[in-house]
């Protein structure tokens, strides 16, 4: 819990700007936006969701997996590579 910690403040601002890309997308719907542009908008909102995601399980494993050590951390990387590939 410690890493989220450290990285409050980001992930806070991540958050908020996920809010305002649902708010933007309520809007959206509500004023019959063409489809196109609504599913560009859940698009974008599932891609920031996913980079949420990405970031606070890099966290979680290098500093519950790996306990912060450079050894276990090499050995995370391709884990990591992978998990990246598949969040993007």
């Known amino acids: 819990m410690a890493h989220i910690k450290q990285d409050q403040k980001k992930l806070v601002a991540r958050v908020r700007r996920i809010s ?11 004023r019959d936006t063409e489809c196109g542009a609504i ?3 859940l698009t974008a909102v599932r891609g920031a969701i996913n980079g949420l995601i990405l970031e606070v399980m890099e966290g979680h494993l290098k500093s519950h997996v ?23």
């Open 66 to 88: 790996a306990h912060d050590n450079p050894a276990d951390q090499a050995e995370l990387a391709p884990v990591l590579s992978v998990l990246r590939s598949y969040l993007k």
């Open 39 to 41: 599913l560009q908008q």
């Open 20 to 30: 305002g890309q649902v708010a933007s997308l309520e809007r959206a719907l509500t």
